[in-house]
């Protein structure tokens, strides 16, 4: 899959729930290295003015491998809800993906965007 492709992947997500109602505003953009390799990012606003924050730097020459992400999801005061990253810590945490919640960082698999949204709209917006 190249860069382009899954870009345009990401806008049919984004615009899927933006139809829906979920997500009020968004912003995103793409820094290009080559056809395969590119840094993604982007900030998504939910209807009660949540915001998650997302960037992955991805190669996808061979298949989706994403050498470092982030997905941010905070409250609408910028208190932190959850995220998921695979940021190194001191000390190590002995797994690279993770999540926190909180004051916990728990081991994870890695997110796709859509995912996340999901998660979002189930655990924190449907009932609210």
Do not use: C
């Not at 899927?16 to 993604?40: C, E, L, M, P």
């Not at 999801?73 to 919640?101: C, S, T, V, W």
Request: charge should be negative.
């Amino acid at each position: 899959m190249s860069l382009n492709n899954y870009q345009a992947n990401i806008v049919v997500i984004i615009q899927k729930y933006v139809n829906q109602g979920w997500i009020t505003s968004f912003n995103f953009s793409v820094d290009a290295r080559s056809n395969y390799v590119g840094f993604i990012q982007g900030n998504l606003e939910f209807l009660p003015g949540s915001r998650l924050f997302f960037k992955e730097y991805i190669d996808l020459q061979e298949s989706l491998e994403k050498l470092s992400y982030s997905f941010h999801y905070q409250d609408n005061e910028n208190n932190l809800i959850f995220r998921y990253d695979n940021a190194k810590h001191k000390p190590d945490l002995g797994y690279a993906d993770h999540k926190h919640i909180k004051d916990e960082i728990i081991p994870s698999t890695i997110p796709e965007l859509e995912q996340v949204i999901l998660e979002i709209i189930r655990d924190y917006l449907e009932d609210s």
